[in-house]
């Protein structure tokens, strides 16, 4: 009955590979997003989706390419992996009111990739 | 750059006593949240403060609000071996109509010390 989840916990994987990050949330909420947390805990925004729909695209290299196939997933795919892709991914969902500001955003327990 | 800035960056107490973390933000916002990580773990949500508010509490949490200082606290009073975490404020934009990010600070890791 997990809220927000996301596969594989843990990802180790050498430089040039591609690899995927699947979230699913169950909490019937229209907005996911993508965070990258770096070795610092700065935590930033990646991407958000909302009803599918691409809404926050924050300047994330376009080897980065995330998936909604619906509303309750939203799956990250990366290209030609490099060391500095090296991070804790976190998705997240929540459920917005446009013009009401953010609401509550519900995170997954993390993905923590490691590019050697 | 809308980012909230934390202070202290690190804070240690020992069990039982107040702990007092700090965020002051830049630009005018809808609402403030603050969220807690557990080592190795996601963010919770612990409290969302909208910006006609000024104090709002949760159990052992307080969290005040000044919008002129662009400011923002919170207060864990009885501190706990289990609040052992980093600390986040988050802020939402004035205006954003969700094609602005929640803007997250760089976090107080607090250690309370049984």
């Known amino acids: 009955d997990t809220a927000v989840s996301q596969t594989p916990k843990y990802l180790v994987t050498q430089m040039g590979n591609d690899k995927s990050i699947k979230c699913e949330q169950n909490l019937g909420h229209d907005t996911m997003y993508w965070y990258k947390q770096d070795s610092k805990k700065f935590l930033k925004i990646m991407f958000s989706?909302?009803?599918?729909?691409?809404?926050i695209n924050e300047t994330v290299p376009n080897r980065f390419s995330p998936k909604s196939p619906d509303k309750a997933h939203l799956n990250l795919h990366i290209n030609s992996l490099e060391l500095g892709d090296s991070a804790v991914y976190f998705c997240a969902s929540s459920q917005e009111e446009v013009g009401q500001g953010y609401n509550e955003q519900f995170f997954g327990p993390g993905t923590r990739l490691t590019v050697l | 750059s809308q980012q909230g800035e934390e202070d202290p960056q690190a804070l240690s107490i020992q069990e039982g006593e107040n702990a007092t973390m700090n965020c002051s933000y830049k630009t005018s916002i809808n609402n403030l949240q603050w969220y807690r990580q557990n080592s190795g773990r996601g963010l919770v949500h612990l409290i969302l403060?909208?910006?006609?508010?000024r104090e709002k509490h949760s159990g052992r949490l307080r969290v005040t609000l000044d919008t002129s200082k662009k400011s923002s606290s919170l207060l864990i009073t009885a501190s706990r071996a289990a609040d052992t975490a980093s600390y986040f404020c988050a802020t939402d934009a004035l205006g954003n109509s969700g094609n602005t990010p929640l803007v997250f600070g760089k976090g107080t890791r607090l250690s309370v010390i049984a």
């Open positions: 989706y909302n009803n599918k729909e691409l809404i």
């Open positions: 403060i909208r910006s006609n508010e």
